[in-house]
């Protein structure tokens, strides 16, 4: 059984996150988390796939939406690419690979906020993965751009990750 957690992130929320759900995750299997940067093509021998990043123009971002995020800090970006990229980008997805994604953004009613993880949920449905949570959404701090998120969201992402883990059986 093998895990593959991919994160995007620009000032290290969504890496946090990442990092927390893989924690939670590795109660059922052993857990590989990567940044989107580093992230593998091929995914034969994946058998749970895991994607997150943050919400960008209420949706994943772009070129154009990273420039502005690096413009917003003095630390370099976490991530230079972003998932977006990535899911247009695989190589080889195993036929009904099961899939759950999850992103950062401000905790705001959604129709407001847009949500990264809805459109990383549709990429992966047409790679033909099978999706199996609901998309989900991490809450961050509104300022500093890279206050990181809210208090209590890491607990919660691990045991969002825990739970997904114990579906697989
Ligand atoms: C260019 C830009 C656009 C953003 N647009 C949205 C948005 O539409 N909705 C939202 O909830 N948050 C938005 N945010 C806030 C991000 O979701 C937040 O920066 C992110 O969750 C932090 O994660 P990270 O530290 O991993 O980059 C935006 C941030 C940036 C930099």
């Known amino acids: 059984m093998r895990i593959l957690v991919v994160f995007e992130s620009m000032f290290g929320a969504t890496e946090e996150i990442a990092e927390a759900i893989g924690k939670g995750l590795a109660g059922a299997a052993p857990v590989e988390v990567v940044n989107v940067d580093k992230a593998p093509r091929d995914l034969t021998g994946v058998d749970l796939l895991v994607v997150g990043g943050p919400t960008h123009v209420h949706a994943m971002s772009r070129a154009a939406t990273r420039k502005s995020a690096a413009e917003q800090s003095e630390q370099p970006t976490h991530s230079q690419t972003g998932v977006r990229e990535w899911l247009d980008s695989l190589e080889s997805v195993p036929a009904g690979l099961p899939a759950a994604t999850f992103d950062t953004r401000l905790e705001k009613p959604r129709v407001l ?3 990264a993880s809805l459109g ?40 969002w990750g825990a739970a997904l883990g114990r579906s697989l059986s």
Do not use: I, N, Q, Y
Request: aromatic share 4%.
């Open 113 to 115: 906020t847009g949500a």
């Open 120 to 159: 990383e949920a549709k990429r992966l449905r047409r790679r033909g993965c099978r999706l199996v949570r609901p998309a989900e959404s991490f809450f961050v701090e509104t300022s500093p751009a890279d206050a990181g998120p809210k208090p209590g969201e890491v607990e919660r992402a691990e045991a």
